[in-house]
């Protein structure tokens, strides 16, 4: 076993194929093959398996991957000390509902990032596509939240797909409206104040179902409704249709200005927003830093952390 053989291996399940990773590290497809397949035979076991979605990785694979990728940071950084080679390329990828502070720590890394090069992704998608990526390890983490509603559901879903699920704090429900709307210096609104508004909501795909949700109080009957795909497009619609939409309260002016303002909505509900994590694998250095930052987001911003 060789470390470039683990590098091989980290860089299949970066680009998802053994012809893109070949073609991506300059190295004929069969030569890229058989060093895996040799690698396989030495350790006695299967790494990667083939379905209709391509190569993904086996139970066995997924905890070679986590040992892999510390051996191969832990010698990345002995060449940085001792060589005074340039810092490697850093990566990092993260899923996410579609939530502000999950953006600004993403920006915060990027800015610590002490790399010449790096290549960052940052997914702000579906509840179930944030179980999936986890899942395959497409990304090390996912932003989601869980419930009264939601947890038993999620609870066993994320169960089943051997993912963990760490609760960073505890909110409860707020509307996000325009700076201009009537309501906007209300203490609190309740669901007939927002009755005669538009009510915005990201919507889920094949997963549209109410435990998926990304706001809470989601059985409640709307009037109007509108679904969106995108946070810039929701807070656009807020502005110009003076619409709703029931999230966390954590909006800040750093990224959004200050025409978007959280007030309290008066139902008894709560909602614990944290981060997912593979059980197979270990969170790479970068995904540890977004993760303190996240911390230090939601902490300035007056929210109590949980352990």
Request: hydrophobic share 35%.
């Amino acid at each position: 076993m060789t470390l470039q053989q683990l590098k091989y291996v980290i860089k299949i399940v970066e680009y998802r194929s053994i012809t893109e990773t070949a073609r991506n590290i300059y190295i004929s497809q069969p030569a890229l093959s058989n060093s895996v397949k040799e690698l396989e035979k030495e350790l006695g076991i299967e790494i990667f398996s083939r379905n209709t979605k391509g190569i993904v990785l086996t139970s066995d694979g997924a905890e070679f991957l986590s040992y892999a990728r510390q051996v191969v940071e832990q010698a990345d950084l002995l060449e940085e000390r001792y060589t005074h080679k340039k810092p490697s390329r850093q990566r990092c990828s993260i899923s996410t509902q579609h939530y502000a502070f999950a953006v600004n720590a993403f920006c915060n890394i990027i800015r610590d990032t002490a790399s010449d090069e790096y290549e960052y992704t940052l997914r702000e998608t579906r509840t179930s596509e944030i179980i999936e990526d986890v899942r395959n390890m497409k990304s090390e983490l996912g932003i989601l939240y869980l419930n009264d509603f939601n947890g038993k559901v999620l609870a066993k879903l994320l169960h089943e797909n051997l993912l963990v699920f760490h609760p960073l704090f505890k909110a409860s429900p707020h509307v996000f409206v325009s700076a201009s709307c009537e309501l906007s210096h209300r203490k609190s609104v309740t669901f007939g104040d927002l009755d005669a508004y538009p009510y915005l909501s990201f919507e889920q795909g094949d997963f549209n179902s109410f435990y998926f949700s990304e706001e809470m109080q989601s059985t409640v009957f709307h009037r109007k409704n509108i679904h969106v795909s995108d946070r810039g497009t929701l807070f656009n619609l807020i502005i110009g249709v003076n619409g709703y939409t029931i999230s966390s309260g954590v909006v800040t002016s750093d990224l959004n200005g200050t025409q978007i303002v959280a007030v309290p909505l008066a139902v008894d509900d709560s909602m614990t927003i944290g981060y997912i994590t593979n059980s197979r694998t270990t969170l790479s250095r970068c995904a540890q830093h977004y993760i303190d930052e996240l911390r230090q987001i939601i902490g300035d911003y007056g929210c109590s952390l949980l352990s």
